[in-house]
């Protein structure tokens, strides 16, 4: 009953959008040109358009020179004008300037488009190149095309747009540690980040599986640490120095603050690889190419530790212009500090009662080594919960938003960086076929990113903005992810971008309006009009499914009424519970169907890429004491002759303990039997359960028990059971687990 609520409402606002943007069609307003993301502060539109020309010219304050360059190259490659520049304002149809007094607030901008002229003021060059990105959304979405689009009329409505953000902190972390993201692929990053006003990128350089970036004093950092495997299976990669110099310098012009993150303690096996006494035990370990937390934490007994520290971090910051030095620190599991006897004489000469103590000792270590270089340090909450830090750090908060009450208590600032709302490694649906993504938290969908709960920011506010995350562990929980280079892929930034967006423009929202400009249907509806931008950029973004604008129950039928969620896309539905195709019915009214289990629909933006289908999950509330909904099984998955049937249980056996697996048969002709059964971490086996039973009419459940004993966090485990179906394979049934101890 309440999820029918949701979707009334849901309805409800849906058709107040859409009576919105009639409404503004009517007064001839193109509401469609003024769908900015970030919502902008404050808009007056007015009548009429300007239409830009090839023999215009563009006019910018001298310090202004990389970004009146940046449009300029923008606007060429797809309209082809080649705009005269100069630095005097005066005749000039699009003039660049700062103006601190008309524009008070850091980052903030005027735009004023009016029948003769462009004017965008900033109140730095950071707000000038916000102003930049409003005028680019305001033109037609071909504007961000790398190719020349000769029959687009370039037309901006003529409008004052006067905006700034309202956190100083609006970023996104970028895993290239776990897998190597070349350098052109996190300039992409970037111009996505700077399209939509985020201005901090969080590199995460360093974990167990890679070492990223080059200390060329310690030159087995990239050497060995940087590579997993051998041969044709070598995997990884790093930036040199003069790479990363020449990212800060293409981030800089888009007003993006590139911060790196050099991990420890924990975290950093790779580097432990390259020099095994960094660690507690000097044990040589190999980069892993399989996910885990590896126990092998840096040694805070050895002097060497703090030097090879000092000189990294000395490097580091030199290269970097940032304040800002993220240190990682979390996930450290303390088992070699407790038996190292040079970490526990430091105990003892410090005085600590608890060996996690030692991470709050090194951490003010570091944070007065970084704070004599004018850097404040920037880590994982737990930097904060590890011990007492004296200099203030900045904390980014990854368990929930209601945790940020511990930087408060502790004088620290926070970022909200929640994995309930902000890690974009997690999938947006349940939906089966959805791309494969971490699970250990529920799904994250486009409006539950979009409405986290966010305070406005003052100058004293504790937390300072929001940090979207992108992990790419899931590359090395298997090899499915991987490319395969001898045919030239791309499927690893494909499958970055997938899970990024659309979600980053909702992180952008969240960082830049105040808590009363937020409104998700508002949001909903501008952002109909951006797939097409993200297309132009090449974006592989997820699809959206098509919007139910209405359900109805009718003379026995569900009706169905759909909208598309992107501009231009159609719809493709079916109504008997199989995958839409091309070929498919397209969408063009209600539709009528017996049970809303059997509809399917899909938005279909070409012929190569739809979204995944609405999907409507069974009832599964009569066999609530069976436990949690695992796998369902059909005359698709069940081999007509004895075969085996595997699927997963990622996220649903978590942790040690026992749990009861039941095998619910609940339609079908033919009876199934069911023989052993196997639990699977990967492709390793775990249990093996030898139960002989069959499912018919009279007997319509068999549960096995199955230990766990081996759970890790972040690893894909699968049950494969065998199956031999008699007269046929028309057999449909659920299954359920249950921990039971």
Same mark, same amino acid.
């Given at each position: 009953?309440?999820?029918?609520?949701?979707?009334?409402?849901?309805?409800?606002?849906?058709?107040?959008?859409?009576?919105?943007?009639?409404?503004?069609?009517?007064?001839?307003?193109?509401?469609?040109? %003024?769908?900015?993301?970030?919502?902008?502060?404050?808009?007056?539109?007015?009548?009429?358009?300007?239409?830009?020309?090839?023999?215009?010219?563009?006019?910018?304050?001298? &310090? &202004?020179?990389?970004?009146?360059?940046?449009?300029?190259?923008?606007?060429?490659?797809?309209?082809?004008?080649?705009?005269?520049?100069?630095?005097?304002?005066?005749?000039?149809?699009?003039?660049?300037?700062?103006?601190?007094?008309?524009?008070?607030?850091?980052?903030?901008?005027?735009?004023?488009?009016?029948?003769?002229?462009?004017? %965008?003021?900033?109140?730095?060059?950071?707000?000038?190149?916000?102003?930049?990105?409003?005028?680019?959304?305001?033109?037609?979405?071909?504007?961000?095309?790398?190719?020349?689009?000769?029959?687009?009329?370039? @037309?901006?409505?003529?409008?004052?747009?006067?905006?700034?953000?309202?956190?100083?902190?609006?970023?996104?972390?970028?895993?290239?540690?776990?897998?190597?993201?070349?350098?052109?692929?996190?300039?992409?990053?970037?111009?996505?980040?700077?399209?939509?006003?985020?201005?901090?990128?969080?590199?995460?350089?360093?974990?167990?599986?890679?070492?990223?970036?080059?200390?060329?004093?310690?030159?087995?950092?990239?050497?060995?640490?940087?590579?997993?495997?051998?041969?044709?299976?070598?995997?990884?990669?790093?930036?040199?120095?003069?790479?990363?110099?020449?990212?800060?310098?293409?981030?800089?012009?888009? $007003?993006?603050?590139?911060?790196?993150?050099?991990?420890?303690?924990?975290?950093? +096996?790779?580097?432990?690889?390259?020099?095994?006494?960094?660690?507690?035990?000097?044990?040589?370990?190999?980069?892993?190419?399989?996910?885990?937390?590896?126990?092998?934490?840096? /040694?805070?007994?050895?002097?060497?530790?703090?030097?090879?520290?000092?000189?990294?971090?000395?490097?580091?910051?030199?290269?970097?212009?940032?304040?800002?030095?993220?240190?990682?620190?979390?996930?450290?599991?303390?088992?070699?500090?407790?038996?190292?006897?040079? /970490?526990?004489?430091?105990?003892?000469?410090?005085? +600590?009662?608890?060996?996690?103590?030692?991470?709050?000792?090194?951490?003010?270590?570091?944070?007065?080594?970084?704070?004599?270089?004018?850097?404040?340090?920037?880590?994982?909450?737990? %930097?904060?919960?590890?011990?007492?830090?004296?200099?203030?750090?900045?904390?980014?908060?990854?368990?929930?938003?209601?945790?940020?009450?511990?930087?408060?208590?502790?004088?620290?600032?926070?970022?909200?960086?929640?994995?309930?709302?902000?890690?974009?490694?997690?999938?947006?649906?349940?939906?089966?076929?959805?791309?494969?993504?971490?699970?250990?938290?529920?799904?994250?969908?486009?409006?539950?990113?979009?409405?986290?709960?966010?305070?406005?920011?003052?100058?004293?506010?504790?937390?300072?903005?929001?940090?979207?995350?992108?992990?790419?562990?899931?590359?090395?929980?298997?090899?499915? +992810?991987?490319?395969?280079?001898?045919? $030239?892929?791309?499927?690893?930034?494909?499958?970055?971008?997938?899970?990024?967006?659309?979600?980053?423009?909702?992180?952008?929202?969240?960082?830049?309006?105040?808590?009363?400009?937020? $409104?998700?249907?508002?949001?909903?509806? @501008?952002?109909?009009?951006?797939?097409?931008? &993200?297309?132009?950029?090449? /974006?592989?973004?997820?699809?959206?499914?098509?919007?139910?604008?209405?359900?109805?129950?009718?003379?026995?039928? %569900?009706?169905?009424?759909?909208?598309s969620p992107i501009e231009g896309a159609s719809i493709l539905y079916t109504v008997d519970g199989s995958y839409p195709h091309t070929h498919s019915k397209t969408y063009t009214g209600p539709v009528?169907?017996?049970?809303?289990?059997?509809?399917?629909?899909?938005?279909?933006?070409?012929?190569? @890429?739809?979204?995944?289908?609405?999907?409507?999950?069974?009832?599964?509330?009569?066999?609530?004491?069976?436990?949690?909904?695992?796998?369902?099984?059909?005359?698709?998955?069940?081999?007509?002759?004895?075969?085996?049937?595997?699927?997963?249980?990622?996220?649903?056996?978590?942790? $040690?303990?026992?749990?009861?697996?039941?095998?619910?048969?609940?339609?079908?002709?033919?009876?199934?039997?069911?023989?052993?059964l196997i639990q699977y971490k990967r492709e390793e086996k775990l249990t093996e359960v030898a139960v002989q039973g069959k499912l018919d009419a009279s007997h319509s459940t068999l549960t096995y028990?199955?230990?766990?004993?081996?759970?890790?966090?972040?690893?894909?485990?699968?049950?494969?059971?065998?199956?031999?179906?008699?007269?046929?394979?028309?057999?449909?049934?659920?299954?359920?687990?249950?921990?039971?101890?």
């Amino acid at each position: 009953m309440y999820n029918e609520i949701i979707i009334q409402m849901k309805h409800w606002f849906l058709k107040m959008a859409a009576m919105s943007i009639t409404m503004c069609a009517a007064l001839g307003m193109e509401a469609q040109s %003024i769908a900015v993301i970030p919502q902008p502060a404050q808009v007056e539109r007015q009548a009429g358009t300007l239409l830009l020309t090839p023999d215009m010219t563009l006019a910018y304050d001298e &310090l &202004l020179e990389e970004q009146a360059t940046y449009l300029k190259q923008v606007v060429y490659r797809s309209t082809g004008f080649q705009w005269k520049t100069e630095t005097r304002a005066k005749r000039a149809d699009i003039v660049l300037k700062i103006d601190k007094q008309q524009v008070p607030q850091e980052e903030g901008y005027h735009l004023v488009v009016d029948s003769k002229r462009v004017l %965008i003021s900033g109140h730095d060059a950071g707000g000038l190149f916000y102003g930049i990105q409003t005028f680019l959304q305001l033109l037609p979405p071909a504007v961000y095309s790398s190719a020349l689009q000769p029959d687009v009329e370039w @037309r901006v409505p003529q409008v004052s747009i006067a905006d700034a953000p309202d956190h100083p902190w609006r970023g996104m972390m970028l895993d290239v540690a776990r897998y190597f993201f070349d350098k052109e692929f996190v300039k992409k990053y970037i111009d996505m980040m700077a399209m939509y006003k985020l201005n901090k990128l969080q590199l995460h350089l360093i974990d167990d599986s890679g070492w990223r970036l080059e200390i060329k004093k310690y030159p087995r950092l990239t050497e060995v640490g940087a590579w997993s495997g051998k041969d044709e299976k070598r995997l990884g990669g790093f930036y040199t120095q003069d790479e990363i110099r020449e990212l800060i310098a293409y981030a800089a012009v888009r $007003n993006v603050e590139i911060i790196p993150e050099i991990e420890f303690p924990a975290h950093m +096996l790779s580097a432990v690889a390259a020099y095994p006494w960094l660690s507690c035990t000097g044990v040589q370990h190999e980069v892993p190419r399989q996910h885990f937390i590896s126990r092998d934490l840096m /040694c805070v007994g050895k002097e060497t530790s703090y030097q090879f520290l000092a000189d990294v971090l000395e490097e580091t910051v030199n290269l970097f212009p940032s304040n800002y030095i993220n240190i990682g620190g979390d996930e450290a599991v303390y088992d070699r500090w407790k038996e190292c006897p040079l /970490c526990q004489k430091v105990m003892e000469r410090e005085g +600590l009662k608890n060996v996690a103590d030692l991470q709050g000792y090194l951490t003010n270590v570091v944070a007065d080594m970084m704070a004599k270089k004018n850097k404040t340090v920037v880590g994982w909450e737990e %930097i904060i919960q590890r011990g007492k830090v004296d200099q203030q750090v900045v904390a980014v908060m990854w368990h929930g938003v209601k945790d940020t009450i511990q930087a408060t208590q502790s004088g620290h600032k926070a970022i909200l960086a929640p994995a309930t709302h902000l890690y974009l490694d997690f999938p947006e649906s349940k939906t089966p076929g959805e791309i494969k993504a971490a699970t250990w938290m529920p799904p994250i969908s486009l409006e539950k990113c979009y409405s986290m709960e966010m305070n406005d920011y003052s100058p004293e506010s504790t937390v300072m903005g929001v940090q979207g995350c992108f992990w790419s562990d899931q590359f090395i929980h298997g090899t499915i +992810l991987q490319e395969l280079e001898p045919l $030239n892929e791309n499927r690893s930034e494909n499958y970055a971008e997938y899970l990024t967006f659309p979600r980053l423009l909702a992180v952008a929202e969240l960082g830049w309006c105040k808590t009363a400009q937020r $409104n998700w249907p508002d949001f909903h509806q @501008r952002i109909r009009t951006h797939y097409t931008r &993200l297309d132009y950029k090449n /974006c592989n973004y997820r699809i959206p499914e098509p919007d139910i604008v209405s359900m109805k129950e009718k003379e026995g039928k %569900i009706w169905f009424e759909l909208a598309s969620p992107i501009e231009g896309a159609s719809i493709l539905y079916t109504v008997d519970g199989s995958y839409p195709h091309t070929h498919s019915k397209t969408y063009t009214g209600p539709v009528a169907v017996d049970t809303k289990t059997d509809f399917r629909a899909v938005t279909m933006t070409d012929s190569r @890429r739809c979204s995944l289908p609405l999907y409507f999950a069974p009832d599964y509330s009569a066999y609530k004491q069976y436990g949690t909904f695992v796998a369902e099984w059909s005359p698709r998955t069940i081999a007509p002759d004895a075969g085996k049937w595997r699927f997963e249980t990622t996220g649903k056996m978590v942790g $040690n303990g026992t749990y009861e697996l039941t095998f619910v048969r609940t339609r079908g002709k033919s009876p199934l039997n069911l023989g052993t059964l196997i639990q699977y971490k990967r492709e390793e086996k775990l249990t093996e359960v030898a139960v002989q039973g069959k499912l018919d009419a009279s007997h319509s459940t068999l549960t096995y028990r199955v230990e766990m004993n081996e759970f890790e966090a972040g690893l894909p485990f699968y049950i494969e059971v065998d199956t031999r179906p008699e007269e046929g394979n028309d057999v449909f049934g659920f299954v359920f687990v249950k921990k039971v101890e």
